[in-house]
């Protein structure tokens, strides 16, 4: 009977210990199989993180970084940041001071920051303190430079407009006037002022006809269709060539009878009428030398002049608009300081490049450059 109890006992001890077991195999797998699910709902955040525009970081108490997503590892160079603090990694005091204030004292801060590393820019920041873990802060950056330039650019042209067109309606003004009050004004200064009136007036027509160029071809789908540029060449060198001849100046065209491309031909007219036009122009002696040529890819419209030539130290601006190397010439010559912004506007819209060369007071070449097909 006591040997029944013990194996009895016995066997009963076997039983709790296979029991045992078997709970800690079947809490073993489950807290596997949750890990496993944990580490999946990591990668799919990190992927998530990741897939964003927006700069995301993660500090902790330290204001050093745990986390950086792609768009912030790219935006900083991150390499292997994790660890280091955010001033070493972004090198911006203004923003190392925004997450320690967050870490302070909790809430939702903003600014626009600017930053130096690894490149000049602008960026909207919000830094917020975790909820679940407040030793922890979360930031949030979205790169505002390109929006913050565009803005700059408008409001510059605004302004830029304003100031071309109060200079011919004040010298409108003041004539007009002028006339008006000085009853005894000689015939001859009369005539004189009322030829710079029309002329004045000319001027506006042209600055408000530029503008409309620039405005329509910014806003409106550009229509393309079979152009030959070689026909859209011809017919623009014809129409200067009373211009050209009234200077004394040889205009030659060289080129195919026949290249055809798929482009808007007003816009490629307006293209070879700016880049002829200026180039007569700017030449008071000599020669322009307009030509057509392709390599079955691309077509190349050069405009090569004897002209005054543009210092270096211009080149780079000469296709913003209203910039002019000699505001007097351009003004005397009837210019807008718009025709080249023209040409590189319709030649990029058109997936093409503008490129110039020139040597000052010996000539300048201006090339358009076009693909053949879209
Ligand atoms: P503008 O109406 O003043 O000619 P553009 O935008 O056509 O304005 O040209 C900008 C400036 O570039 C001109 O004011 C002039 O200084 C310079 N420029 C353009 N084309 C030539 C050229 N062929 N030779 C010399 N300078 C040129």
Known sequence: MGLLVVASLGWQAVRTGDLMLAETFVERSRVESLRAELAKRELAVDAMADGLEVAVMICDERASLQFANRAAREAFRIQDGMGRGILEVTLSYELQGLVQTALR???????????????????????????????????????????????????????????????????IRTMAETLH???????????????????????????????????????????????????????????????????????????????????????????ALNLVDNAIK??????????????????????????????????????????????????????TGLGLSIVKHLV???GGQVRVTSELNTGSTFEAVIPLQD
């Not at 600014?111 to 130096?116: C, I, N, S, T, W």
């Open 105 to 171: 004292e909790g809430g939702v801060h903003r600014a626009e920051l600017p930053f130096r590393f690894p490149e000049d820019r602008i960026a909207q920041v919000v830094v917020w303190r975790d909820l679940l873990d407040p030793a922890r802060c979360v930031l949030s950056l979205t790169d505002i430079t390109n929006l913050r330039r565009l803005e700059r650019m408008r409001t510059d042209f605004v302004a830029n407009v304003s100031h071309e067109l109060r200079t011919p309606l004040t010298i």
């Open 181 to 271: 009050d000085d009853p005894d004004l000689d015939a001859g200064t009369t005539s004189r002022y009322l030829e710079r009136i029309v002329s004045e007036v000319d001027r506006l027509s042209m600055i408000s006809n530029d503008l409309l160029i620039l405005s329509a071809a910014e806003s409106s789908p550009i229509r393309k269709q079979d152009c030959d540029l070689a026909e859209v060449v011809r017919s623009v060198v014809t129409q200067l060539s009373f211009k050209a001849r009234e200077k004394g100046l040889d205009l030659v065209y060289e080129g195919p009878e026949e290249l055809v491309l798929t482009a808007n031909s007003a816009q490629m007219t307006q293209v």
């Open 282 to 335: 700017y030449t008071n002696e000599g020669s322009v030398h307009v030509s057509l040529a392709s390599d079955g890819r691309e077509a190349v419209l050069r405009v090569r002049d004897t002209g005054v030539g543009i210092a270096s130290e211009h080149l780079a601006r000469i296709f913003e608009r209203f910039y002019r190397v000699d505001r007097a010439r351009s003004r005397a010559s009837g210019g």
């Open 348 to 350: 990029e819209s058109h």
